[in-house]
Nanobody, 118 residues
């Protein structure tokens, strides 16, 4: 079992920055792909960014490329999502996800709300 706890959401103006954090209850990054998803009201949950492997390969959905950065601190069991130049369309609940491609174990955090509004 893995618990994921997100933090760092909030209400900001367009153009501002936020950094989301996701702390895992134990060391899992060597086995699990870590990702951030988001879900806006009335929309499906979408993948925002993913970080994979010991070489920390990253993937971003097109709409956040150049603005968001996913990273991880293995010593702290923490994954981050640095979000810059936020736009109103980034407003959503953001969820941390851990997926083990070998066992298919899949875990979610409780979500943190990001609201971008003037």
């Amino acid at each position: 079992q893995v618990q994921l706890v997100e933090s760092g959401g909030g209400l900001v103006q367009p153009g501002a920055s936020l950094r989301l954090s996701c702390v895992a209850s134990r060391s899992i990054f060597s086995l699990y792909n870590m990702a951030w998803y988001r879900q806006a009201p009335g929309k499906e949950r979408e993948l925002v960014a993913r970080i994979v492997g010991v070489d920390e390969r990253t993937y971003y959905t097109e709409s956040v490329k150049g603005r968001f950065t996913i990273s991880r601190d293995n010593a702290k069991n923490t994954v981050y999502l640095q979000m810059n130049s936020l736009k109103p369309e980034d407003t959503a609940s953001y969820y941390c996800n851990a997926y083990n491609p070998y066992s298919s174990y899949n875990y979610w955090g409780q979500g943190t709300q990001v609201t971008v509004s003037s």
